[in-house]
Structures are given as C-alpha cells and as structure tokens.
C-alpha cells in the first residue's frame, strides 16, 4: 500500500492581480477535487499574511505525479510571471511512522 502524499505550495501574487489569480485558482481548485487521488486541495492565506498557501493531500506520489501533467496544472504553471512577487515554494511531507 502507497503512502500518502503532502505538500505546501506557498504562493506569492503580486497585489495588482490578485483578482485574476483568485479566478484562475479557483478553476484549478475544483478540477484538482475532480481527480483520483485528490483528498485535500485548498487555498489559505494566515491571517495578516500576504502570500496564499496551497494545502494538498494526495493518496499517493502517482497520483500526484497525474496531477502535474493535466492541463488545468499545466495552464496554471503558464500564467506570466509578473503576476507573482516571486517563484512558488514546494514543500513536500510525509506522514511520520509511529509504528
């Protein structure tokens, strides 16, 4: 049995589109939810904070490794640059063997 997959996507936008990003996260949002595999998939921002924090949960890395190559994924990935502050941050976790 595969373990599962975590990961932190922090995302900095720039505040002039911050608008556009919310549409277009939003999409990816409810198409990634749409996936096999998907268990968590939400965007949160910490309170008095300005960059946004992708939460995801994936029932495996292969499922994961579906994800980056659909084309919500890949349109997401090719929206210009001068729409964030900076690249995004990948983190990715997993669970701790407590056996």
Same mark, same amino acid.
């Given at each position: 049995?595969?373990?599962? $997959?975590?990961?932190? #996507?922090?995302?900095? &936008?720039?505040?002039?589109?911050?608008?556009?990003?919310?549409? /277009?996260?939003?999409? $990816?949002?409810?198409? #990634?939810?749409?996936? &096999?595999?998907?268990?968590?998939?939400?965007?949160?921002?910490? /309170?008095?904070e300005d960059h946004?924090?992708?939460?995801?949960?994936?029932?495996?890395?292969?499922?994961?490794?579906?994800?980056?190559?659909?084309?919500?994924?890949?349109?997401?990935?090719?929206?210009?640059?001068?729409?964030?502050?900076?690249?995004?941050?990948l983190r990715f976790?997993?669970?701790?063997?407590?056996?």
């Amino acid at each position: 049995m595969s373990q599962p $997959l975590y990961l932190i #996507a922090s995302i900095y &936008p720039e505040s002039a589109h911050i608008e556009f990003l919310k549409a /277009e996260f939003n999409k $990816l949002i409810i198409e #990634a939810y749409k996936e &096999p595999g998907c268990e968590m998939y939400d965007l949160v921002v910490g /309170e008095g904070e300005d960059h946004w924090v992708m939460m995801e949960k994936w029932s495996s890395k292969a499922h994961w490794d579906d994800h980056m190559l659909t084309s919500h994924v890949k349109h997401i990935n090719s929206i210009d640059k001068k729409h964030f502050r900076k690249p995004t941050e990948l983190r990715f976790l997993n669970p701790v063997d407590l056996k």
